[in-house]
Structures are given as C-alpha cells and as structure tokens.
C-alpha cells in the first residue's frame, strides 16, 4: 500500500499521505484530503463510463473547507504544481482499490501551472507504474485557461499521448475558451462548461448554438461530455444536442465510493423513451398549432395548383399572425416571383436590411426547404429554425412542389419563430 505520492517525499505536511479506514487520504497545510467521484454516464450505453476525481478538505476543527478555497492556498506555481500531484497521487489510489470495471479516471491538470513549472514529465508515468493503472484509463483534463507557452503544451500533451493517456479540455465554452484549443490539442474529448447547458435550458436559440457546437466538436474528431446537468431539462437539453455523454447532479452526485449507479439506466431510458427529447417542456406541447397551419398551407399549395393564381393563394395564409411571407421557386431554385409579404408582418420589416428584403434574382437551391421539397416531391417540408438572410430573423419554412405538367415549382411559406412563439411549434 503506497503511503506517499511515487517519485517525491512528503514536504512538512504537504503532500503527507494517511490511510483513515478503508480509504487513502492526504494532508495539506493542516487540511485533510479525501477523493471522491463523480461518474460521467454515455448516454447510449446507459451507465458511467467513467468517473471524475474531485478533492475533498477539511480543516483542522472538522468544519469543510470550500475545494476552491483550498486551491487558493499554494502561493507560488510550485506549490500549486505541489498540491495537483497530491490530488492526482490521491485520486488514482483511490480509484484503484474499488472495482470499476473498465472506467476511465478523469483528473484535472492546471494547464498554466505545467508549462509556467516545467516539471519532471515523468511524474505520471511512475503515478500509473505505482498503482496499477493502465494508461488508456486515465484521461487528463486540461483545464481551459490561458496558456503562455501553447508549444510547451503541446510537448506536455505529447508526453500524455505517448503514455497511453486520453486528453480532454475541460470548461469548454467559458474563459478563455476558443476553437484554437481544439484544433492545436486534438483532445480525445472536449467537456462544455455547465453555463452554456444551463442556459441551453432556458432558450431556444442558446439551444440551437449548443447544438450547432457539438456537432461542429464532432466534426473535429472529440467526443462530447456536457457538464452541470442538474434538471431534466437540462438533460433532455444534452440528448436533442447529441452530447455524448453527460455529467451532473441530476444524474449523481461525488461520492467517495465509486458505483455503478444501475437505477441511472432507467433514468436515462425514460428520457430517451418516446423521443421526449425532440419536445423539451419549456418549448411547448405537441405541436397542434403548427399541424392546423399546415392544413391551410396544403390547401394554398392545392390552390395555387389549380388556379395557378399566386399571390391569391399565398393570401389565404394571411390570416395567421405567425406569416412572414411566401414565396415560389422554380426546380433549379431561382425565385420566380417578388417576396409577398403578409401586410400585418410588412410593418415590422427593418429598413436596415433593405438590400437583403429583395427575393428578385435569387437562387435558393442550397436551402434545405428546397431540395428536401424536390426529394419528396407532393409531400409537405417543415424546416429547422434557421437565420433568414431575407431578414436577419429566425424562421422555419414550410415548402411544397407543385407539379405544373411540364416543370415542378416549390412554394414556399415562412413562419416567425421567435422566442415568445415558440412554444406552438415542433419541427420536422
């Protein structure tokens, strides 16, 4: 049983490692330090994948001491360096004397403190050679921070890849956060920070973004954990995002002991059971505003195909105040008329986006609401929430081809989509 952290001795009491009962733990500066875990589920698999080493301190009269008081003790780099390898030391002694099956251990490493030190690289691989651990279990969180000397980083991160490590960046999408970080370090994993999830809950555009981030990650080739999942929402958030995996109270919370967690598995089967991620609650119901207008709007569509009258047909949308305008295009997806705009919708229109305001001469047959129209051609299209460049405003379209004999049409319908509004409306 290792008493001290391998390659170092204990400074004082920094450093000094003790075993309470069943578990190891440490001191520092007169505090006592303990791990515990917090699991990380995928939600695929339905169950922890892997568990996050997080300090625990205690002061001298039994009273706790907040982690982000105790990481504000070390004055110098060197003594922060000092108190990360205690942790580090400590963590992985104690996440190798419980089973844990295949899981990973995810240990965080001040980033700016490692390059400004330059220590001895070989601290971990003697860590890992000391307890046991394969290195393909580790995953080193390098926390997103600023960082002088990205090159030495890089080194550091090198050294990590050539043990067997994973990397991931931790509190992606807070501070100092940029796409730089992903692109130089090629993490294995990328972990978003909690406020971009918790806002994620509350907005239908800070959804789409998350959305939009997680898949552009994944394009980069890292697998995503969104972190501070503390509510439903906030997990059905985390699914209709295509996260990967998930961390955050709602789900559990740090122990010291680390557990499968089985009654997770049924958790996450209700949240993924009947699709309930495609409606989150703070969005609306099922949808029965949007499926009446779509009624009308097939009626528009059949209308213009008998009467080939279009701006008749276009009219008889009107009525809703959710109208923006429509507009008909031809197969190659050339606006074949002028935009017609609902009157009511006509009076907001900005003045600042005239020159855009103009559908004449335009091709829109990059748009999904145009090939998806020609792909499925009679079958009525409902868009995602999108950015018009017609109006710098988000919208969805509905769109339908019409057959006219001897050529087929699109027409076309935008709906307003703001925030207010749309609770009424699921997207197709």
């Known amino acids: ?27 520092y500066l007169g505090r006592a330090l303990s791990s515990h875990f917090q699991p990380i589920f995928s939600i695929a698999h339905r169950r922890a994948v892997g568990f996050e080493g997080l300090v625990r301190a205690q002061r001298g009269d039994g009273r706790p001491e907040p982690p982000a ?33 295949d899981a990973w251990l995810f240990l965080n490493l001040n980033s700016q403190c490692l390059v400004r030190e330059r220590p001895d690289i070989g601290f971990t691989r003697k860590l890992l050679d000391h307890c046991g651990l394969p290195a393909r ?38 501070g100092h956060s940029n796409f730089d970080r992903v692109w130089e370090l090629e993490p294995d994993i990328v972990k978003i920070d909690r406020g971009l999830v918790r806002r994620a809950a509350g907005s239908r555009r800070v959804e789409r973004i998350l959305t939009g981030l997680v898949a552009l990650i994944h394009e980069a080739g890292s697998l995503v954990v969104l972190e501070g999942v503390e509510t439903e929402e906030e997990a059905l958030v985390a699914i209709a995002a295509n996260a990967d995996m998930v961390q955050g109270y709602f789900l559990a919370r740090p122990q010291p002991l680390v557990s499968p967690h089985r009654e997770v598995t049924g958790r996450i089967d209700r949240l993924l059971r009947g699709r309930q991620w495609q409606r989150p609650r703070h969005h609306g119901g099922p949808g029965e505003d949007l499926q009446l207008f779509e ?42 008329t002028r935009n017609l705009y609902a009157p009511h919708y006509r009076q907001r229109l900005n003045p600042r986006f005239t020159p855009l305001l103009c559908g004449g001469n335009a091709n829109w047959s990059h748009k999904h609401y145009h090939y998806r129209a020609l792909q499925e051609a009679g079958k009525t299209q409902i868009s995602q929430p999108y950015l ?40 197709c």
């Open 1 to 27: 049983m290792i008493a001290t952290a391998p390659g170092r001795q204990p400074e004082g009491q920094a450093g000094r490692l003790t075993i309470p009962g069943s578990a190891i733990g440490a001191r």
């Open 69 to 101: 008081e105790l990481l504000s003790l070390p004055q110098t780099g060197r003594e922060m360096l000092e108190l990360d390898r205690i942790c580090r030391s400590l963590h992985m002694q104690n996440f190798v004397r419980q089973h844990s099956d």
């Open 137 to 174: 279990r580790l995953v080193i969180e390098i926390i997103e921070n600023r960082v002088d000397d990205p090159a030495r980083l890089q080194q550091f991160i090198g050294h990590f890849r050539q043990l067997g490590c994973l990397i991931a960046i931790d509190d992606f999408g807070a």
């Open 295 to 336: 009624g009308q709007f097939r009626q528009a569509v059949e209308d213009y195909s008998r009467y080939r009258r279009f701006e008749q047909s276009g009219a008889r949308l009107f009525a809703d105040p959710r109208v923006v305008r429509c507009y008909l295009l031809d197969e190659a997806g050339y606006q074949m």
């Open 388 to 427: 018009s460049v017609a109006d710098s405003r988000m919208c969805i379209t509905l769109s339908q081809t019409v057959n006219t004999g001897d050529r087929l049409q699109v027409f076309c319908c935008d709906l307003d989509w703001q925030e207010p509004q749309a609770a009424g409306f699921v997207a």
